[in-house]
């Protein structure tokens, strides 16, 4: 069935150093591919998010890119701080929300 | 209260009893979500309610029975759960635009569900 394969599970870093985690999706007709972050004991929340016109989106320090061809897409985090600590989601959609399909998570570590 | 709040925030439970979890969402969406979170596991999209009516079940045991009143409530009713049940449940709501039917979820803080 359509997957969507997140990886690292877990990655820490140094703070001020950069970020990166990779999603794989399975389905050629996505073509919405959002990023939630969800802090410990807190909702998930939209960071990002890119659709299939375009390859690349930037919002201050964070930034998606997508490769259609190979099927992935990434979220690229500079200059981390602590505050960037949390787990972050990547998901997959075709067309509706309905249809959203979601990675397993990244725990993100920004070490001092 | 602004945005998606759900209650309880914390839910335990005997395999026999009967709860529920509300829902309710001040952002005037016309669509509303349940979610159960997993540890390491994604999220699975449970229920989903577009102007009231339901659009998607993706096969959920008849063990959780979804009610959406209206537009701005969602319930979920739980009745004779079993211990692997237990975990975070989201609710969502987003709105739904003609000819565009992603964006933005917006999550309720959730409800941690314990089944003993």
């Known amino acids: 069935g359509e997957n969507v394969e997140q990886h690292p599970s877990t990655l820490s870093v140094q703070e001020g150093d950069s970020a990166v985690i990779k999603c794989t999706y399975s389905d050629s007709a996505s073509n919405y591919f959002p990023w939630y972050k969800q802090e410990l004991g807190k909702r998930p929340q939209l960071i990002i998010d890119?659709?299939?016109n375009v390859g690349e989106k930037k919002d201050q320090r964070i930034a998606v890119t997508l490769n259609k061809t190979a099927k992935h897409f990434s979220l690229h985090i500079t200059e981390t701080q602590p505050e960037d600590s949390a787990v972050y989601f990547c998901a997959a959609s075709k067309g509706s929300n309905y249809q959203l399909i979601w990675g397993a998570g990244t725990k993100l570590i920004i070490k001092p | 209260e602004t945005g998606v709040t759900q209650t309880p925030r914390h839910l335990v439970m005997g395999m026999t009893n009967k709860k529920s979890l509300k829902c309710e969402q001040h952002?005037?969406?016309?669509?509303m979500y349940w979610y159960k979170q997993s540890a390491k596991k994604p999220l699975e999209l449970m229920f989903v309610y577009s102007l009231e009516e339901r659009v998607e079940n993706n096969s959920v045991p008849s063990r959780f029975s979804p009610e959406c009143p209206n537009s701005s409530h969602l319930f979920l009713h739980l009745h004779t759960l079993q211990p692997e049940d237990s975990a975070l449940y989201l609710c969502?709501?987003?709105?739904?635009?003609?000819?565009?039917?992603?964006?933005?979820?917006?999550f309720g803080e959730g409800s941690r569900l314990t089944v003993l």
């Open positions: 952002l005037g969406h016309n669509a």
């Open positions: 969502a709501s987003s709105q739904l635009l003609a000819g565009v039917n992603t964006g933005e979820l917006f």
């Open positions: 890119i659709r299939s």
